[in-house]
């Protein structure tokens, strides 16, 4: 559809200006970024505490995972936040059809993510490396081997969740690069999708290595 | 999407008429009357069920009507509700809500959509909470210690749902303060022009956001376990219940200041506008509430001083929380020093700012006490820090509650109460507050543990005289409620400015205030307090 | 923090975007994860060195890597270099700072525990469901 | 506990009790003064200051007052820190035991302490120590958190399952002195309690003579009473009848009792046994799977002794 038939951002009422309203909406997706940082942070954390008491299960669960699919995921989720810098960066030459396009790319990159992590789930269960009582992997010597496990599926599967959320998000940039006109001086839903993005690479930087590379 | 015109003349509640322009309203002065209600229909309840077992506590040993579990279920309740329904939303999300935006001079809040999301997930966690009770017994108490948490009782499940859903709420309302504070304030409302109710709001906020995200992740991490067993803190699958302690009392302890802080900025615009002056060393108080903020955060451990945590760390802990003493202290000197050569009016959010002084003094020199090493492991766990924690959330936030719902009512609803009555309803409260609390003070003093269904006999006079005094606290409650409910009805007018205060609400804003706050944006020139200026 | 009331609709909020930039950003993005991963992949635990632990050097090494990249991507593509207030920046370091805290501490609990009796590290009275089988090999083959 | 004293701390009967005793005190009359000061001004503000007349104004703008901040900010910063040093150095002597340490293993379980002398081969539901001998408690839980608290000692700790904490006091009178569970644990967390009795040496010796031999001159049915209290049954199982926790043990014997599940089954000696070893087993109909396993606690005497006193019970 022609750019011409999209309609301009108006300046929500209580907001003096564009400048205004722009940096408070950043702001505001600033302090949730920062939230969630600091509930991923003391899974983190939770994680470190239980890598100090039980490093045996860690030296034995940590060899379990492959580093491989783990790389490949670290790949797809930086070519999505890559592609998502883009798409706001059409988006301030307001050049629609690229914005739809990148954001797309991101889409297929999240998802690609998903599906290696469908891959390497559906592998731990066959092998019985399931959290808790369920827990009936062969070949491990740490008593504790399932606790390794336990929080492997948490923490993956919590980021894994944010990582739908933040597709959710992209699908919602893409209907409004639909309705509403991406301009130089508007473009705040691409921007904030873009740092919530961000922030799932962010998470997934530090869950790699303490997942599947340390230990 | 486009400031749907409408007439900016006539106030907020009249604008726009049906129950639904409520349910869908993005004005912050609605959101906060909704939150007002709520929360007060929760404080009610909770109070409910802290009369029943203080009924059951008359005499000791068992009682037909109230069992073990009822009991275990009744003071699980209370503490739920009171902390994630009442006290924590309470003053920010009941009472901030309204007054922040109109204090910094804005026309709403930043983010008027996430506000309303706010008070929709505190509704759902509210629910969450009353589907628990139809589930069964709650019985976990509010600190959800593993592994009794993990019991897999369906009532506790549902309650971790609850506090999980509350928590988001109380994050929304804070990062929606903060981006308030620093890109919505009016021309010329310079930091040091804010009021200091704005300065305990966001430091509150501040917490909000950086303690909250981990009580998230610990209900999330009780609930998984209660599902797999996932030995995290699980000691039968080889977790560590200890850690467990750890994740709640990172959030649990900020907590603590996310109930108390927003209650001294109250506290300070009362003490200034009652007293015509002034209030003494401003950036003091402003700077402890900001301090008391990032010292909160080091000091959680202090609540596991017998819980089998390492000596070294109680150590380092017990060090660290005495920090916290000096900026409560100096708040408190600096209000005794505004009062000195004051115009002082005992009105009634007056005279709840008085009973705060003393109940936080109270409060706090008992907290002192219970910091000292050796001391806490007598009285840890006992009826000592049960009365200390009431003489802060309820001898200091919740009567900051109702002083500041009795300050701003003429603003929030354009009516007067009853002077005479307020001040009679005031003056019960103090009394069957302390009557309830201090007896409570020698009982755990003398090694009753708290939580107990059944005591020896010879606590049994203090445990009396506490019954009876939640019965007068009741009446005075009562009293204040009916009295303002009453002004609704037959209430005089409020004039714009009744107390004489400088702060934008009073000067700036009519009372109730239209829709979009002023009808035209105030130019600040001069601080919150400009006292000095008034001449006779 | 004063604003003019008027709006004006040419004021362009936030940075522009510089695609050679983001380029860069990304290419060192991945080689930073490639580095992580070799670093990982090498041995070097097994020179014949005792003096220090390679195996922490290696740890450490992986775990720079990983906060270079959390720097790049908040600095980059979070757009924490391009403020013009640093609130966000000192709201991402309290981030970390808070973080810090609560780690150092907890261990802090965790790693003294033992220091009165040792007896205090040692789990007791608890069933673990894995089943040792005492021929499992110690170097167990990467599964998918 | 001494009943006379209503506003003071409870008696004083161990080593480090009297320098608690000692903060407390000190502490007490500190804060006594700072409330009197804070409060007395207040007063004395409120009255002198009253507005009287509608229109009357503050007589005095006094915006600040460095000296006065900083003074008030430096006095209480001396005394906390004066007071912290106080309570670490009571702390850590309350938190390091005396190598000649008498050791006792406590065991808290719903809603049940049992203390086990290893040294002396005894186990019983009440702690008996002799008096002026330092004594060491490792202890652990069998099910949820507990608290070991002895206020007349000024002693607690909590008890962690999966976990050993301990905690040490030395009696310093001869008595018999109140313990409660201090940490929330369930529906009679509030009747969880014992009793230390501090004993002089001689008496000790003794009972330490009769007690490690519990069965000594008794038949097996007068035995099984014994450990019907002493292991903590009487928490949950009646004798009278009348349905507790867990099912009476009045007249169950030879009946055929329903399961959850639908199946019934026989009480005889083996299903007694398999009860106690394994509760979760077969529980019967309408009550809770609550009961902790007693492998490892009960001998086999003891078994049978419990056996033919649920046998006597006609």
Redesign the interface.
């Known amino acids: 559809m022609a750019a011409t038939a999209l309609q301009e951002h108006e300046v929500a009422h209580h907001f003096d200006d564009l400048e205004q309203e722009f940096d408070s909406h950043k702001l505001g997706m600033w302090l949730f970024v920062a939230s969630e940082i600091m509930m991923f942070g003391a899974l983190i954390v939770g994680g470190l505490f239980l890598l100090y008491l039980h490093p045996d299960a860690f030296a034995q669960g940590r060899p379990r995972l492959d580093w491989r699919l783990g790389a490949l995921n670290t790949f797809f989720l930086l070519t999505g936040g890559f592609t998502m810098a883009r798409a706001a960066a059409f988006a301030q030459k307001s050049d629609q059809r690229k914005i739809q396009q990148n954001l797309v790319l991101s889409l297929l990159f999240g998802f690609g993510f998903l599906v290696v992590k469908t891959i390497e789930y559906k592998a731990k269960f066959h092998h019985g490396l399931l959290p808790g009582p369920a827990f009936h992997g062969e070949g491990f010597t740490s008593l504790h081997a399932h606790v390794f496990f336990g929080y492997y599926f948490v923490s993956t599967g919590l980021h894994a969740l944010h990582v739908l959320i933040g597709m959710g998000l992209m699908v919602w940039c893409l209907i409004l690069s639909r309705k509403v006109k991406f301009t130089r001086s508007y473009y705040t839903p691409i921007e904030l999708a873009g740092i919530y993005w961000a922030l799932v690479d962010l998470v997934w930087l530090f869950l790699f290595p303490l997942l599947y590379l340390v230990g | 999407m486009i400031a749907h015109v409408h007439d900016n003349n006539i106030n907020y509640i009249k604008t726009k008429t049906g129950l639904l322009s409520w349910f869908v309203t993005k004005d912050h002065k609605r959101i906060n009357m909704m939150f007002l209600i709520s929360v007060l229909i929760f404080f009610i309840t909770g109070g409910i069920y802290a009369l029943l077992f203080r009924l059951e506590l008359w005499t000791p040993g068992t009682h037909p009507l109230i069992t073990p579990d009822t009991y275990n279920h009744y003071f699980t309740m209370h503490g739920v509700i009171m902390v994630f329904l009442v006290v924590v939303p309470g003053i920010p999300s009941a009472l901030g809500n309204f007054v922040l935006p109109i204090q910094v001079g804005a026309k709403d809040l930043a983010l008027p959509k996430i506000n309303l999301t706010s008070l929709y997930l505190y509704w759902i966690g509210g629910i969450l909470a009353i589907v628990s009770l139809i589930a069964g017994n709650a019985d976990s108490g509010w600190t959800f210690y593993a592994p009794y948490s993990i019991s897999k009782n369906p009532a506790v499940l549902w309650m971790l749902t609850a506090a999980f859903f509350l928590g988001f709420s109380s994050i929304l309302t804070g990062l929606n303060f903060i981006v308030t504070v620093h890109k919505m304030r009016a021309p010329g409302m310079t930091w040091f022009r804010l009021p200091l109710f704005v300065w305990a709001l966001y430091a509150t906020a501040i917490m909000q956001i950086f303690a909250t995200p981990v009580l998230a992740i610990t209900l999330l991490l009780l609930l998984i376990e209660n599902f797999f067993h996932i030995g995290i803190f699980d000691p039968a699958m080889g977790g560590d219940p200890v850690l467990m302690q750890h994740f709640f009392w990172f959030y649990s302890h900020p907590a603590v200041y996310i109930i108390v802080v927003p209650a001294f900025g109250i506290t300070s615009e009362i003490i200034a506008a009652f007293s015509k002056k002034e209030i003494f060393g401003y950036k003091f108080v402003a700077f402890s509430s900001i301090g008391i903020t990032l010292i909160g955060f080091l000091v959680w451990g202090h609540h596991m001083f017998v819980s089998g945590q390492s000596e070294v760390a109680n150590t380092v802990f017990s060090f660290l929380t005495f920090f916290t003493a000096i900026p409560s202290a100096i708040k408190v000197f600096n209000w005794t020093a505004t009062l000195y050569k004051g115009s002082i009016s005992l009105q009634t959010p007056m005279l709840y700012g008085l009973q705060i002084l003393f109940n936080f003094t109270i409060g706090g020199l008992t907290g002192i006490i219970l910091s000292i090493l050796s001391l806490d492991v007598h009285l840890h766990d006992t009826y000592f820090v049960v009365s200390h924690f009431h003489y802060v959330a309820f001898g200091t936030t919740i009567i900051a509650f109702i002083a500041g719902i009795h300050y701003w009512w003429p603003k929030m609803t354009g009516k007067m109460y009853n002077e005479v009555w307020g001040r009679i309803a005031s003056v019960i409260v103090f009394f069957g507050f302390n009557i309830t609390f201090f007896p409570q003070l020698i009982m755990g003093s003398q090694g009753s543990p708290r939580r107990y269904y059944h005591y020896l006999p010879q606590y049994q006079i203090y445990h009396q005289i506490s019954t009876v005094g939640v019965v007068i606290l009741a009446l005075g409650l009562v009293i204040a409620l009916v009295n303002l409910l009453i002004s609704l009805r037959m209430g005089a007018t409020a004039p714009q400015n009744p107390w004489g205060a400088h702060t934008l609400e009073w000067e700036a804003a009519e009372s109730p205030p239209v829709l979009f706050n002023f009808k035209e944006t105030p130019i600040v020139t001069h601080g919150p307090y400009a006292f000095a200026t008034e001449k006779t | 923090m004063e604003h003019s009331t008027e709006k004006h609709m040419e004021d362009q909020p936030g940075h522009t975007y510089d695609f050679k930039i983001l380029g860069r950003v990304y290419a060192s993005l991945l080689f930073l994860a490639a580095l992580m991963v070799g670093f990982f992949l090498l041995p070097i635990q097994r020179l014949p060195i005792d003096w220090l632990d390679l195996l922490l050097v290696k740890r450490l090494l992986i775990l720079g890597c990983s906060l270079v990249m959390a720097a790049i991507v908040a600095g980059f593509l979070m757009g924490l270099k391009y403020e013009k207030s640093k609130l966000n920046s000192v709201i991402f370091f309290t981030n970390f700072a808070f973080l810090f805290v609560f780690l150092v501490f907890t261990l802090a609990d965790v790693a003294c525990r033992g220091i009165i009796d040792p007896s205090f590290m040692q789990q007791i009275n608890w069933k673990s469901p894995v089943h040792i089988d005492s021929t499992a090999d110690s170097t167990p083959t990467p599964i998918p | ?1 001494d ?1 006379t ?6 008696e004083k009967a161990s080593t ?1 009790a009297s ?2 005793d000692w ?2 005190t000190l ?1 007490f009359w500190i ?1 006594v003064a ?2 009197v000061i ?2 007395g ?2 007063v004395v ?2 009255f002198k ?3 009287r007349r509608p ?11 460095t000296v ?2 900083t003074t ?2 430096a006095i ?2 001396v005394i ?2 004066a ?2 040093v ?11 035991a005396p190598s000649n340490a008498m050791v006792v293993d406590v065991t808290g379980r719903k809603w049940v302490w049992s203390f086990d002398y290893p040294d002396q081969g005894i186990s019983n539901d009440t702690l008996v120590v002799p008096v002026h001998q330092p004594v060491r408690l ?1 202890m ?1 839980s ?4 507990h ?1 070991f ?1 002895i ?2 000692f ?5 008890v ?7 905690l040490w006091f030395e009696a310093t009178k001869t008595g018999v002195f ?1 313990v ?12 969880m309690w014992t009793a230390v009795k501090v004993v002089d040496p001689d008496t000790f010796n003794a009972w330490v003579a009769v007690a490690s031999d519990p069965s000594r001159g008794k038949t097996p049915a007068e035995f099984g009473a014994i450990l019907y209290t002493k292991k903590g049954c009487i928490a949950c199982h009646q004798v009278d009848g009348t349905a507790g926790i867990g099912p009476t043990w009045k007249g169950i014997w030879g009946t055929m009792v329903p399961l959850e599940g639908g199946r019934s089954v026989l009480v005889d000696s083996a299903y007694v046994r398999k009860s106690m070893l394994d509760p979760g087993a077969d529980i019967v109909k309408g009550f809770q799977n609550v009961m902790p396993t007693f492998e490892g606690v009960l001998s086999d005497k003891e078994i049978s002794a419990l056996t033919a006193y649920i046998i006597s019970l006609k």
């Open positions: 506990m009943t004293k209503l506003f003071w701390l409870p480090f320098n608690i903060v407390w502490y804060s700072f409330f804070i409060i001004a207040i503000f409120v200051y009253l507005r229109e009357q104004l503050a007589t005095a703008q006094i915006t600040h007052n006065l901040e008030w900010t209480p910063l906390v820190m007071l912290f106080i309570g670490m150095k009571g702390y850590w002597n309350m938190r390091v490792l652990t069998m099910d949820v958190l608290s608290s206020p007349a000024r002693a607690k700790a909590d962690i399952p999966g976990r050993y904490n301990s109140q409660f569970c201090t940490q929330y644990c369930g529906t009679r967390h509030s009747y």
